[in-house]
């Protein structure tokens, strides 16, 4: 097994935590890896290019924000742009089906042989007749292989909806006129139209396709295009988005092991929204196109967009093994490393999220309280801890009434504030020694970082 994406990303991150800023340097490597990772997908070149130039200029000079190392905040990135380009930033309407026309309306299928058309014609057979509630009529255009026609039939047949006959005597052009008719005639809502296609892309087929829809003039012309076809998917996209006005596009057999850049350059190519997408060869195996979890599979990032989100795990790794250093060595936990860790959860986001992680008696305080509260808390706590000298934070126990007072106005907070720290900071030390009794590996799993 490859390395996914972001485990390759982990280690260059090793060399660069605190750093603030994404930069040319600072991505340098990890671009690299990027674009790896674009081509074991089997994303075209050329797009591989320019998806690459897109991701780069919106990362230089985004902010490493909290906790978050450069690596996470890149991956962040491109997770973001992947997902906007394979059709993220389109509208719901965009991405479902355009039926709002004079009945019936007409679903044009185009693509090489093989590519799923005719599976794909009972698949959106039955999911228009099953979701959307509407009368379906499907007809071959495939008049060169008897068989096609038969295997339409079958899957109008399981799909629910009505199949109109045609054989391989007819052209294509006349198979289409009677079949709208038809439609007419008995009320259907809705026309779905297959058509032949060819093993490489084909004048004459290309022609017959195009003269097809300029007849029909259908709803939907929808370019069925076989996830596993890899590089040639550029070229095949190009083609048939050049000699049709496409509508949109079906990816088909995502069951597959690719890594689905076909879905990448096809996009890319064509401009056009991936409406749905082939799960299996049986009708039931089709879905909505979910443009997030293709982005995540092309990068081969199975769980990196929870890892991104998950902050918590990347609490700096450093901080976490200097501390558990001294407590090992028998060092006091003393103020300074409360500030430390407080700081720590602050940059660390959602706190909700992150209680599951912590110790028992911490969980059921914290549970208590909202992210903001918690938030504002830590802001003020880390307010009064700032106002006291070393020394203090050194010696907590030197703390009494007027350092209290002074050490109060200074965090511009009232007094039974820093008590509360304090006892606070006490509880904590206690877990502190009880860590340290045997709970050491606990702690640093709880602190461990993304490693
Ligand atoms: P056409 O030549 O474009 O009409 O393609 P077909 O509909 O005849 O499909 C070609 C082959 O691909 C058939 O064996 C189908 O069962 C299979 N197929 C189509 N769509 C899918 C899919 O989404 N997943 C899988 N696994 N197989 C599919
Ligand atoms: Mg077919």
Redesign the pocket.
Known sequence: MLDSLSQRLSKIVKTMRGQARLTESNTKDMLREVRLALLEADVALPVVREVLARIKEKAMGVEVVGSLNPGQALVGVVQEELTAIIGGDLSPEERSLNLRVQPPAVIL?A?????????????LAKHIVETMKKKVLTVSC?VYRPA?IE??RT?TEQAGATWFPSTTGEKPIDIAAAAVAEARRRFYDVLIV?T??RLAIDEAMMNEVAELNSYLKPAETLF?I??MLGQDAVNTARAFNEKLPLTGII??????DSRGGAALSVRHVTGKPIKF??????LT??EPFDPEAMASRILGMGDIVGLVKDVTKSIDIEQAQKLAEKIKSGNRFDLSDFRAQLAQMNGMGDFSSILDKLPAQFQQAASKVSDDDVKKNLRRTLGIIDSMTPLERRKPELIKASRKKRIAAGAGVPVQEVNRLLKQFEQMQDMMKMMKKGGLSRMMRMFGGLT
């Open positions: 299928l693509g090489l042989q093989g590519a799923g058309k005719t599976t794909t014609a009972g698949k495939d096609a295997q339409l899957v297959d032949a296609g069925v076989d996830a990816l088909t057999k995502a069951d597959g997408m082939g799960t299996a060869e049986k195996g089709f």
